[in-house]
């Protein structure tokens, strides 16, 4: 029963994911909630990059993002360092929400 119950949200789950990450970095896209538009704008600013994708999985309410970055600055340092200067730049927001998902991508640069 359970299991029958999942598989449709697992679909529309996947839809969603799909329409926020297929994104570039440069077109912010569609259907972000007030606090994605504000964590997306600092970051697509601060690394310019090929992928950035910034999700609230908190069910909207702001508590808990999922966000994953690529940029030539993250070439060469280590994870740590990485994600460190994500959240330098975030530091601001990161004092209002609970929770942070974070993934980094080093990307060569063009």
């Known amino acids: 029963m359970l299991r029958a119950l999942a598989r449709p949200l697992a679909r529309s789950t996947r839809s969603t994911l799909a329409r926020v990450y297929s994104t570039p970095a440069r077109e912010q ?14 970051l697509a600013a601060r690394f310019p990059g090929t992928q950035l994708q910034v999700q609230d999985v908190s069910g909207g309410c702001g508590s808990f993002y999922a966000i994953s970055v690529s ?5 060469g340092l280590s994870m ?9 730049c975030l530091k601001e927001d ?3 929400i609970h929770g942070l998902q974070l993934k980094t991508i080093p990307e060569d640069a063009a």
């Open 29 to 42: 896209p569609a259907g972000l909630g007030e606090g994605e538009r504000v964590i997306w704008d600092k």
């Open 71 to 75: 940029s030539p600055e993250f070439k």
């Open 80 to 88: 740590v360092k990485q994600h460190k200067l994500v959240n330098d």
């Open 94 to 96: 990161i004092k209002g």
